[in-house]
């Protein structure tokens, strides 16, 4: 599986891969929930490596760091998620 950043840069820069409605599921420390966020309202930006950002429905900027991300979707089906580390005894 390609490392995030480069999916996250092929979505926004490949016209002919980024067909398709793309999301991004994020771990919520607070809620222990992953939440699913729009890749369409997310911003990557060059001098905050390792981060995204969005605007939350009450209007709040969110910065997310990548490592959060656990799995991004197209059309709804998972094309890369973390791996899952394992359980220890």
């Not at 992953?34 to 900027?61: A, H, K």
């Not at 991004?72 to 005894?89: K, L, S």
């Amino acid at each position: 599986m390609p490392p995030l950043e480069d999916l996250l840069h092929r979505i926004r820069w490949d016209p002919a891969f980024a067909e398709g409605v793309f999301t991004l599921g994020y771990l919520d420390r607070i809620a222990g929930v992953e939440q699913v966020v729009p890749f369409s309202s997310v911003s990557l930006d060059p001098r905050r490596p390792g981060m995204f950002s969005f605007e939350d429905e009450d209007g709040r900027v969110r910065r997310i760091p990548l490592h959060r991300v656990r799995a991004v979707y197209r059309d709804g089906r998972v094309i890369w998620q973390r791996p899952t580390p394992p359980i220890r005894a």
